[in-house]
């Protein structure tokens, strides 16, 4: 084994190369490129920033693409666990129910509740809720309203089979329409005043 024995030779690049692999430093680079990098930034979680024509944020240590419904989903997608106490929430429609309602789970409506009850505050917040769905129903009924007292008394149709059809309403009866629905819409303000 004297002269035919294999000498491997180590370069400066191996070298360093098992330097930063002690030094558990695995993105080090040992060779210098040439030519075209691109610039390589850190983000943390919350960062939003934008990248090739797209909005993009970090979640969970997730990188995702910001999306203008994002709020919307936010609001109709239940969490797994309560916002609130952080318990799961695995009651089914009753934790879906009052998380569309109050944003947190069964449990914490009932401690809550459990406590207005105590304290006699418990009638208030309810009339409070009675209140705000029937303010909520109130703006519904002004857009329709709206809509009828902008529609014309002439409005046509496409059917499946492609004929247009021209319906032909009669004001008097749209006039009455519209005053049972402010008739209708000033006793629920009288409701709520009272």
Same mark, same amino acid.
């Given at each position: ?58 979640? *969970?240590?997730? =990188? +995702? #693409? ?9 609001? %109709?997608?239940?969490? @797994? !666990? ?45 009339? *409070?809720?009675? =209140? +705000? #769905? ?9 857009? %329709?309203?709206?809509? @009828? !007292? ?45």
């Amino acid at each position: 084994m004297s002269d035919n024995a294999l000498i491997k030779e180590f370069k400066g690049r191996d070298i360093q190369r098992l330097r930063n692999l002690v030094s558990k430093d695995y993105t080090a680079k040992t060779t210098t490129q040439i030519g075209y990098t691109k610039k390589h930034q850190q983000h943390k979680e919350g960062d939003v920033w934008e990248e090739s024509g797209r909005k993009w944020t970090i979640k *969970n240590g997730i =990188k +995702q #693409t910001v999306n203008k419904l994002d709020g919307i989903k936010k609001l %109709v997608v239940m969490p @797994l !666990s309560c916002p609130n106490c952080g318990r799961p929430m695995v009651k089914g429609r009753v934790d879906k129910y009052m998380y569309s309602i109050h944003r947190k789970c069964f449990d914490c409506v009932i401690e809550y509740e459990t406590k207005l009850k105590a304290e006699g505050k418990f009638e208030d917040y309810q009339n *409070n809720i009675k =209140k +705000q #769905t029937i303010s909520v129903h109130i703006k519904e009924l002004e857009e %329709v309203l709206l809509d @009828l !007292s902008m529609a014309t008394s002439e409005e046509s149709f496409v059917t499946e089979d492609g004929d247009i059809e021209n319906w032909k309403v009669k004001d008097d009866h749209r006039q009455e329409l519209i005053e049972g629905i402010k008739e209708y819409i000033q006793k629920l303000k009288d409701m709520i005043n009272s």
